[in-house]
């Protein structure tokens, strides 16, 4: 079952969203109302998503927990808030969230965004293993290999190729 981090300011739309993933069969075993209460949660159990309240108790907001988070573990942050203005939705796209849900919104628009959020976030991780993969394979190569861009440019060189 994967577990969901709820950070919110407002008790009620908390424990709203807690019972909503629950009966969607997400585990939401705590909430948080400020940002350093979410990341106490987050350094005892890290979660598989994050369910972000932009507005919260404290000195921080959620697009600065959100930086925080995004510095030590690999979470993905759907963002939830009563604020669509341009400044805090640039501010927020500067964190790489997964999704951005403006209040109020229907339980079927917070399903969708969770699943695309856990699902784009597993699609990133396997390409960040496959990209791995690929760059271990080019440099363990005997021969040189060059790669360039469709200028013609130098995007790429193994070892061998800058030893020559």
């Not at 994050?50 to 573990?73: N, S």
Request: hydrophobic share 45%; net charge negative; proline share 3%.
């Amino acid at each position: 079952m994967k577990t969901i981090l709820v950070v919110e300011d407002d008790a009620i739309i908390a424990k709203d969203l807690q019972c909503n993933l629950a009966r969607m069969g997400y585990n939401v075993p705590v909430t948080a109302q400020s940002g350093d209460e979410a990341l106490r949660a987050i350094e005892e159990s890290v979660p598989d998503l994050i369910l972000m309240d932009i507005g919260l108790k404290g000195t921080m907001d959620g697009v600065e927990v959100a930086h925080h988070i995004r510095k030590k573990w690999d979470v993905p942050i759907i963002f939830l808030t009563s604020y669509s203005d341009e400044v805090t939705l640039q501010r927020a796209k500067a964190t790489g969230p997964y999704g951005y849900l403006v209040k109020p919104f229907r339980v079927n628009e917070l399903r969708i965004s969770v699943e695309v959020g856990m699902h784009k976030h597993c699609m990133d991780l396997l390409q960040g293993q496959r990209e791995r993969w690929y760059a271990t394979t080019l440099e363990s190569i005997g021969d040189a290999v060059i790669a360039t861009d469709a200028e013609g440019r130098i995007t790429f060189m193994n070892a061998v190729a800058v030893a020559v």
